[in-house]
């Protein structure tokens, strides 16, 4: 037991670690936006990649839809790992996601209503989903998205995840999207 306990601390402290790695290498604040170099730079790798319906949103993100989950958007295809990995996370952990707030400011730059919203925009009925850039560019959005798909994946339950997230994200509380609560287990 004691095994598998250290297993899992070295893996949370691994993915934590990791994901401060690439705010400190790769990110910026997000309500400050996105700077043109990478708009077009995620045009031009957009634009490559056939099979893949983008759009440009006024406050600059993109959006890019792909037959499902498991057809990341070609705006990930230069990305860093941990970004991918955030990606990866946020598709894996939507049912969590999308009761779980932001606190990054995107409620107001972007109008997200959760932390799924930064990372994925729709899953549709035919199983396509339109993915959101949001969260290449947001160290806040892709820790929140990782450190909950870990809680899940230790079984806690979504208002357990939601209660640790208010509580460390507690002092950006102005910043938080209006999320709905999860519903009554």
């Avoid at 056939?50 to 037959?67: E, I």
């Amino acid at each position: 037991m004691k095994t598998n306990q250290a297993m899992l601390n070295l893996r949370r402290t691994f993915i934590y670690g990791t994901c401060a790695a690439a705010l400190a290498i790769s990110l910026s604040g997000c309500a400050g936006g996105k700077a043109e170099k990478n708009v077009a730079d995620a045009v031009a790798v957009a634009s490559a990649h056939a099979g893949h319906a983008d759009t440009h949103l006024p406050n600059g993100d993109l959006r890019q839809t792909t037959a499902g989950v498991e057809t990341l958007p070609a705006f990930l295809t230069d990305a860093h790992g941990v970004i991918v990995q955030a990606y990866q996370a946020a598709a894996t952990a939507q049912d969590v996601l999308a009761y779980i707030p932001c606190y990054c400011g995107c409620g107001d730059s972007a109008g997200h209503r959760s932390n799924l919203e930064c990372f994925i925009h729709e899953t549709k009925p035919d199983g396509s989903v339109t993915w959101d850039d949001h969260g290449t560019r947001c160290g806040t959005c892709m820790e929140i998205a990782v450190q909950a798909a870990v809680m899940k994946q230790e079984g806690k339950s979504v208002s357990d995840i939601r209660s640790a997230i208010e509580t460390k994200y507690s002092s950006q509380a102005q910043y938080a999207t209006d999320t709905p609560p999860p519903p009554a287990s």
